[in-house]
């Protein structure tokens, strides 16, 4: 069974840290574009940050950039993002998702229609 686990999520203050972690199983990484996405109560969801299939290309939302850093480990199959300086906005539930572009993509596409498989989502709170 192909999925997506999200984990690490939770409450803390402005300026405060979290690493989500993201868990595959059932496929490869490898050959796989993996973002993560969020979506606040009342907005759409939205792309946070991706990373390509193959060369280690990354993206950011304008709003994370600086702050934010995606990084995978393709022979554990997993996925982080390590979000530092958090703010009140950063909030929302926080989703893993999977795209299969091909093994020598360089793409790292921050459109949530690019994705295939999809955790079920953690939630952050930053709030004092």
């Known amino acids: 069974q192909v999925q997506l686990v999200e984990s690490g999520g939770g409450l803390v203050q402005p300026g405060g840290s979290l690493r989500l972690t993201c868990e595959a199983s059932?496929?490869?990484?490898?050959?796989?574009?993996m973002g993560w996405f969020r979506q606040a109560p009342g907005k759409e969801r939205e792309g946070v940050s991706c990373?390509?299939?193959?060369?280690?290309?990354?993206s950011y939302a304008d709003s994370v950039r600086d702050r934010f850093l995606i990084s995978r480990d393709n022979a554990k199959n997993m996925v982080y993002l390590q979000m530092n300086s958090l703010k009140p906005e950063d909030t929302g539930v926080y989703y893993c998702?999977?795209?299969?572009?091909?093994?020598?993509?360089?793409?790292?596409?921050?459109?949530?229609?690019?994705?295939?498989?999809w955790g079920q989502g953690t939630q952050v709170t930053v709030s004092s």
């Open positions: 990373t390509s299939a193959s060369d280690g290309s990354t």
């Open positions: 998702a999977a795209g299969y572009l091909g093994p020598f993509s360089t793409l790292a596409p921050m459109t949530h229609n690019q994705y295939d498989v």
């Open positions: 059932g496929f490869s990484l490898e050959a796989w574009a």
